[in-house]
């Protein structure tokens, strides 16, 4: 995938199993963020293919990849300013409910029954983040913590096949960071959805991952399970550079 | 403050009884109110709540009075059938002119929108065989049937039920999953589009229903003045109508009311000023945009707890209106 | 020598156009600013030259001296006044806060110097008879406006390239704030940009002045005109406002003198669509590529 002179991922292949929780780490500029973006349709790569449940998915628009039962987070918590918690996680249903502008604008009935199961909905997915207190407030008067959990329960709400999540203990305090393992182990757990994490929080990503991708230049350096990651040496030059170079500073 | 459930009826039921009781004048000028409340609140679903900049709103208000007016004049379209007619019309222009905002957003999309509408404009003036020119056309009285009141009157309760309908679906549409998704895509298109909302979809919509909205205003208004003209449509119409929907309160049904009646009231009174007229005007929309940031609307949410509309706040911040940028293919925003 | 004319009126008038619109994109670049208002700012050069140099009977360079200073004022309070207090404002109040302005001046112009209708004519300052040149025929004031818009151009980029200010106000330009990092003063480097910018557009007007008639509503052609050139060249660059204003005078003039002059008010509006249609980026703008 490359912008411009720019290559940012230049031959990853990553497979995926139903039902596991997959840590994708990487030093800053690995190509993490542009692998996310290419599998949810947000950039399309000059070569290659993205494969989910049997289809190959490159051709489609980011919002038809959304449909097929894929869902994501972003790293700077994109709520919907202009709507309350409530109404954030209700817009999560767009695509499971119908009704153009004329059922809507005449509020025919069976819009309004619509409209009700939704938000019963959404008060549900933010129950199982714990979050239904503040569902009547401004999603930005949360703070930043919140609005990420709010995020995730927006995804939620969709009951996809698979969500990726990109970074989603950044900026949170340690006992949040607990909270987010609980609820991703609870994710997968009780409703069965795979789960990719972009994480820079090396101690959440490998306590929770069943395997870890590694990511530098925008190539795939190491995948396996956490321990042996952790050992790995080209992880290790990676992140903390090598010996010599070290010793420069 | 009583309720929204009081004061709506209440002042329904002054409305219903002004034109037997105001002068002829004021029962136009008030006919003009609902005229352009239909108007701004297009204008609000399209720039409030979709986000979309756009400056096309004063043509299609044109299109739409030329075209109930035209489809009398060439095909004998009587007005109770050119009325929706010129509405639809206008609509599929919309769509058109909506066309580039699915590449286009912030100041290319406006000037695109600007550069259509001074087009029209042009049209309008040098293509007289169609649109007789810049002399304008004059516009028949609709017959309005077995009505006991004067002309005036009945266009005036024909411009209220109209403008109560468009009050009334703008509120639906607000407050339903269409409205949500206009406000998404305003908001963050790249999270709308990751719950499976197809930004160039309800941009489309978006366009298409404020055209619609104005094109059924401009169809009221050809009516309401028995009169179309190229200068009624002009750049100066769309800065009034950009003028009602921020000073009302952008994103807001209560706004777009608001700021309706407050333009309309306000070059009346501003004939007081006479040759500074155009300096009052310029200062008083520079003040309310400098002062009120978030409307007439704000005010009333800040003063009236009641009056909260439950969705959809006014876009605020710089956040919310980025750079002009340019979409191309394969890296979304 | 119908085409040579037309070639000189539309290199004129291009070279108007390019002025305008640099004041335009010189605003836009350091600020994120479009100031609607800008069609005034040209017709009030215009106003005050008349100012000093008819009713005050100031001679010429002096008049164009003081115009131009009380331009660079008018457009640092403009800054102060109307653009700080919105500072945070979105991109709709800004536009309409402009568009308000513009009226206010507008209305300022219209009580002092006339009302609507009334136009008013600005005495031909070089009335040399035309000239003959190699068998073509070249009418002076061409040439004068022509040679005015290159030299203020020619300024600029010197300005830009050597002063410091400029350099300031480039830096600016690019990044607000690594600038207000590195220590520059950005409240300063915002009022002084507005106050060339201003500049541009009113010197615009000044040389235009003695070649036509003023009137209130001059600026607001004049401003489409410069968006169409800026959007051509690309906006926000401003070589590509210069290029942009020439090509836009060229083809209006070619337009009214082959097709009929009732299509010279069409073609700015042609242009700017066919730009955002087919290629937004305009001739020498670049296409943005958004990070998410």
């Known amino acids: 995938m490359a912008f411009g002179g720019l290559i940012a991922l230049k031959s990853v292949t990553m497979d995926v199993a139903a039902g596991e929780i997959r840590g994708l780490i990487g030093p800053n500029g690995a190509g993490k963020s542009t692998l996310f973006n290419v599998l949810s349709g947000l950039n399309r790569p000059q070569r290659g293919r993205v494969l989910f449940q049997g289809d190959d998915l490159l051709a489609l628009r980011p919002h038809q990849v959304a449909s097929r039962g894929i869902a994501r987070t972003f790293q700077a918590a994109h709520l919907f300013r202009g709507m309350t918690v409530l109404e954030n996680v209700m817009?999560?249903?767009?695509?499971?409910?119908?009704?153009?502008?004329?059922?809507?604008?005449?509020?025919?009935?069976?819009?309004?029954?619509?409209?009700?199961?939704?938000?019963?909905?959404?008060?549900?997915a933010l129950r199982f983040i714990e979050m239904d207190h503040v569902r009547d407030r401004l999603a930005t008067e949360l703070s930043y913590g919140q609005q990420r959990l709010v995020e995730i329960a927006r995804a939620l709400v969709r009951e996809p096949t698979l969500l990726l999540l990109d970074e989603p203990a950044a900026g949170l305090s340690v006992a949040r960071i607990t909270g987010v393992d609980e609820l991703l182990r609870r994710i997968r757990n009780e409703k069965g959805i795979t789960i990719v994490l972009v994480e820079h929080v090396i101690r959440l990503v490998m306590g929770i991952s069943d395997q870890v991708t590694v990511l530098n230049y925008g190539e795939k350096i190491a995948e396996g399970p956490p321990e042996r990651i952790r050992e790995d040496r080209a992880v290790i030059e990676a992140y903390l550079g090598k010996e010599d170079a070290g010793a420069r500073h | 403050m009583p309720p929204?459930?009081?004061?709506?009826?209440?002042?329904?039921?002054?409305?219903?009884?002004?034109?037997?009781?105001?002068?002829?004048?004021?029962?136009?000028?008030?006919?003009?109110?609902?005229?352009?409340?239909?108007?701004?609140?297009?204008?609000?679903?399209?720039?409030?709540?979709?986000?979309?900049?756009?400056?096309?709103?004063?043509?299609?208000?044109?299109?739409?009075?030329?075209?109930?007016?035209?489809?009398?004049?060439?095909?004998?379209?009587?007005?109770?059938?050119g009325l929706p007619l010129g509405g639809l019309i206008t609509a599929a222009i919309g769509v058109v002119v909506?066309?580039?905002?699915?590449?286009?957003?912030?100041?290319?999309?406006?000037?695109?929108?600007?550069?259509?509408?001074?087009?029209?404009?042009?049209?309008?003036?040098?293509?007289?065989?169609?649109?007789?020119?810049?002399?304008?056309?004059?516009?028949?009285?609709?017959?309005?049937?077995p009505s006991p009141f004067g002309y005036e009157t009945n266009v005036y309760f024909l411009c209220l039920g109209v403008a109560v309908l468009a009050v009334f679906a703008t509120w639906n549409i607000v407050r339903s999953r269409v409205g949500r998704a206009f406000v998404a895509i305003r908001d963050s298109e790249v999270a709308a589009q990751a719950l499976g909302i197809d930004p160039a979809r309800y941009k489309t919509v978006a366009f298409a229903l404020s055209a619609f909205y104005a094109g059924i205003a401009g169809g009221l208004h050809s009516v309401l003045l028995n009169y179309v003209a190229p200068e009624g449509y002009s750049l100066f119409q769309m800065v009034i109508h950009f003028a009602m929907v921020v000073v009302g309160g952008l994103g807001s049904v209560t706004g777009s009311v608001l700021g309706a009646a407050l333009m309309t009231a306000l070059p009346e009174v501003l004939r007081t000023f006479k040759s500074a007229q155009e300096i009052a005007f310029g200062a008083i929309l520079m003040l309310c945009i400098i002062f009120l940031p978030d409307g007439l609307y704000g005010v009333i949410r800040r003063r009236l707890a009641g009056w909260r509309e439950t969705l959809h706040r006014a876009p605020a911040g710089p956040a919310s209106a980025p750079a002009p940028a340019v979409v191309t293919p394969d890296a979304h925003p | 020598m119908f085409f040579f004319h037309l070639l000189t009126s539309g290199l004129s008038n291009g070279g108007l156009y390019a002025l305008v619109a640099l004041g335009l994109i010189t605003i836009y670049r350091a600020t994120l600013v479009v100031n609607f208002a800008h069609g005034e700012v040209f017709m009030l050069g215009a106003f005050f030259g008349y100012m000093f140099h008819v009713t005050l009977a100031l001679?010429?360079?002096?008049?164009?001296?003081?115009?131009?200073?009380?331009?660079?004022?008018?457009?640092?309070?403009?800054?102060?006044?109307?653009?700080?207090?919105?500072?945070?404002?979105?991109t709709v109040s800004l536009v309409l806060a402009s568009v308000?302005?513009?009226?206010?001046?507008?209305?300022?112009?219209?009580?002092?110097?006339?009302?609507?209708?009334d136009?008013?004519?600005?005495p031909p300052i070089f009335s040399f008879p035309p000239l003959q040149v190699a068998g073509l025929i070249i009418v002076p004031q061409n040439l004068v406006i022509l040679g005015g818009a290159l030299a203020f151009m020619a300024v600029l980029w010197a300005f830009f390239r050597y002063t410091k200010l400029g350099k300031m106000m480039r830096a600016t330009a690019e990044n607000q704030r690594a600038?207000?990092?590195?220590?520059?003063?950005?409240?300063?480097?915002?009022?002084?940009?507005?106050g060339i910018g201003t500049c541009l557009g009113a010197v615009a007007g000044l040389l235009m002045a003695p070649v036509t008639l003023l009137y209130p509503d001059m600026g607001a052609t004049l401003l489409i005109q410069a968006f169409a050139s800026a959007i051509l060249g690309g906006?926000?660059?401003?070589?590509?406002?210069?290029?942009?204003?020439?090509?836009?005078?060229?083809?209006?003039?070619?337009?009214?003198?082959?097709?009929?002059?009732?299509?010279?008010?069409?073609?700015?509006?042609?242009?700017?669509?066919?730009?955002?249609?087919?290629?937004?980026a305009g001739l020498l703008g670049t296409r943005a590529v958004v990070k998410v």
């Open chain 3, 235 to 280: 906006f926000g660059s401003m070589p590509g406002a210069i290029l942009g204003g020439f090509i836009v005078g060229l083809v209006e003039s070619f337009v009214g003198g082959y097709l009929g002059s009732q299509y010279i008010t069409a073609a700015p509006f042609v242009i700017i669509l066919a730009v955002l249609v087919v290629r937004p």
């Open chain 3, 59 to 90: 001679p010429y360079p002096a008049s164009l001296a003081l115009a131009v200073a009380s331009s660079l004022l008018l457009g640092m309070a403009t800054e102060r006044i109307a653009y700080r207090p919105l500072v945070r404002a979105s």
């Open chain 3, 179 to 194: 600038a207000a990092l590195v220590g520059i003063r950005i409240e300063r480097v915002f009022a002084v940009t507005w």
């Open chain 2, 98 to 145: 909506g066309l580039p905002a699915l590449r286009l957003s912030g100041l290319y999309l406006a000037m695109a929108t600007l550069a259509f509408a001074q087009l029209f404009q042009w049209l309008l003036i040098h293509w007289p065989s169609f649109t007789f020119g810049a002399g304008g056309i004059k516009v028949s009285h609709p017959g309005f049937g």
């Open chain 3, 100 to 117: 308000g302005f513009s009226f206010v001046l507008k209305g300022f112009a219209r009580v002092t110097w006339g009302g609507k209708g």
């Open chain 1, 91 to 124: 817009a999560g249903l767009h695509d499971r409910a119908r009704g153009g502008v004329l059922s809507s604008a005449l509020s025919l009935p069976a819009m309004r029954r619509a409209e009700d199961e939704a938000r019963v909905r959404a008060f549900e």
């Open chain 2, 4 to 81: 929204r459930r009081v004061v709506l009826p209440l002042l329904l039921a002054v409305l219903v009884v002004c034109p037997f009781v105001l002068n002829p004048y004021l029962v136009f000028v008030i006919s003009v109110v609902f005229i352009y409340t239909i108007l701004a609140l297009g204008l609000n679903l399209l720039l409030g709540f979709a986000g979309q900049f756009a400056f096309a709103n004063a043509a299609f208000f044109g299109i739409g009075a030329y075209a109930t007016a035209l489809l009398k004049i060439h095909l004998g379209v009587s007005f109770w059938l």
């Open chain 3, 119 to 122: 136009y008013i004519p600005f």
